[in-house]
């Protein structure tokens, strides 16, 4: 931030609430102030009304008892002139002129609130000179009509008043400087937790994405804030390790076939005259189709770890689907047992490969068939593909998901399959929020998937 703005969070929070409170503190002050000015005020009116009663009963009854002190008042008749005044009202303004009388017609209970400003010739700055607020009412004394004056002396009002801004102009910086230093404080306890993030963050790169910020105990907006910094370092480190799962994977797989494919075709060249090309061909091409399946499923699996999605997919359809393509193809015979409409949420394509995974590897590795069995259990869609062939040994029930995992039984990956498929079918299942286990069959292997049931 440029100019006079500090740029620090800290700073800026510590300034901006001085600021706020200085404003704050400064209105009410005024306002305060405002306010008890003018109860003072009213309040030394009807005090001054008071004594002018006083004052003009004494006239009434003959007695006048002018009053004491700085008591400024002034008894005018008929024509104006001055019948009493006080002495301190000639020496405060030696050219004081009276008070106008009552209006002729005024009624006997005339009273009246005016103004008189007192003038110096000399001393200019004694606090007497200034406007004051003048109270007046007329009387009948002896057959004459007098108007009787007194002025509303302020100096309580001022005293008062300046005791108020006294002690504010102390207690207004005081309140400033503490909140400013109160913010300070809030604001460096508040921003503790955000430094200890920067300094996890700062320490995070590619060979150290297992580092995670710390969470304060607080429920606030910074507690949320390291909790999805800490997801997204979660989904970033899944990311970096799919990235170099997919490296290892691909450097590790495709090296056989590529390998294998080059020598094919340099032995061919060397011996050009004596190569069968057609059949050179033939090998070229498995072992391209066998490159293009395991690029397929390498790319699968790096994909986007999220979901997929989401829609409403009938499973019992996929099956029918799936079980009828192979109907007429060679080998093991695929049966289904389908328990009615299976309704499950995610992708249709995504589903159809799961199911082609499991199959695929049912057959390869049945002796005479396999079945597919669909049902409804608990809010769940069970689907289960057995096969007769050998089965898998308990102890290797969880490695069988891993990828390209070799087996040292009957079940060991042959050529047809490119050690991905069941790893695939896996991760297909986990996206769309289910499981995939290989459990007890008889005879042979029994893999079960589970996913959640989603209304039609």
């Given amino acids: 931030m440029s100019g006079w703005w500090p740029s620090s ?12 409170c200085a404003v704050v503190f400064t209105l009410g002050w005024l306002g305060t102030r405002e306010l008890l000015s003018r109860q003072l005020a009213g309040t030394a009116v009807n005090t001054t009304r008071v004594q002018l009663d006083r004052l003009a009963d004494g006239y009434l009854i003959g007695r006048p008892a002018p009053p004491t002190g700085d008591a400024l008042f002034e008894v005018v008749d008929e024509s104006g002139r001055p019948v009493a005044s006080s002495e301190n009202l000639r020496r405060w303004d030696p050219a004081w002129t009276p008070l106008p009388p009552a209006p002729a017609g005024a009624p006997a209970d005339w009273t009246v609130t005016t103004k008189a400003t007192l003038k110096p010739g000399d001393h200019p700055q004694w606090r007497e000179y200034r406007e004051y607020t003048v109270v007046g009412k007329v009387i009948d004394s002896g057959g004459q009509r007098l108007t009787v004056y007194l002025f509303v002396l302020p100096w309580d009002t001022l005293r008062t008043l300046g005791t108020f801004d006294d002690t504010l102009r102390f207690f207004v910086p005081l309140a400033v400087l503490v909140t400013a230093l109160a913010a300070w404080l809030a604001a460096g306890r508040a921003l503790r937790p955000v430094e200890a993030i920067r300094r996890e963050l700062a320490e995070v790169s590619g060979s150290r994405l297992d580092r995670r910020v710390p969470v304060p105990p607080s429920r606030d907006e910074i507690a949320r804030l390291a909790t999805t910094t800490n997801a997204t370092l979660d989904r970033l480190q899944q990311a970096y390790e799919q990235q170099e799962r997919f490296v290892a994977d691909a450097s590790h797989e495709l090296r056989s076939p590529l390998a294998g494919l080059r020598a094919g075709l340099e032995v061919a060249l060397t011996h050009t005259e004596r190569a069968d090309w057609p059949a050179v061909a033939r090998r070229s091409l498995l072992d391209v189709q066998r490159l293009q399946r395991i690029t397929a499923d390498l790319l699968q699996l790096a994909g986007d770890p999220a979901g997929f999605p989401e829609g409403v997919v009938d499973l019992a359809d996929v099956v029918g689907e799936q079980v009828a393509e192979r109907a007429l193809d060679p080998g093991p ?17 995504q589903l159809e490969r799961l199911l082609r995974n499991l199959l695929d590897n049912a057959v390869r590795h049945a002796r005479s068939s396999v ?29 069988v998901f891993d990828r390209f995992a070799r087996l040292d039984d009957a079940r060991a990956r042959d050529a047809g399959g490119t050690g991905l498929g069941l790893t695939l079918a896996r991760d297909i299942v986990v996206r769309h929020g289910g499981s995939l286990r290989a459990e007890d069959g008889a005879p042979g292997a029994r893999l079960v998937a589970r996913l959640p049931l989603r209304g039609m």
Wanted: charge should be negative; avoid cysteine.
């Fill in 371 to 399: 079945t597919v069995r669909l049902r409804r259990e608990a809010g769940e869609a069970i689907l289960e593909v057995s096969d007769d062939g050998p089965g898998i040994p308990p102890a290797d029930r969880e490695r």
């Fill in 9 to 20: 969070v800290r700073r800026s929070t510590a300034l901006s609430a001085a600021l706020l």
């Fill in 333 to 349: 015979e695929v049966v289904s047992d389908v328990d009615g409409p299976v309704p499950v949420s995610g992708e249709p394509v």
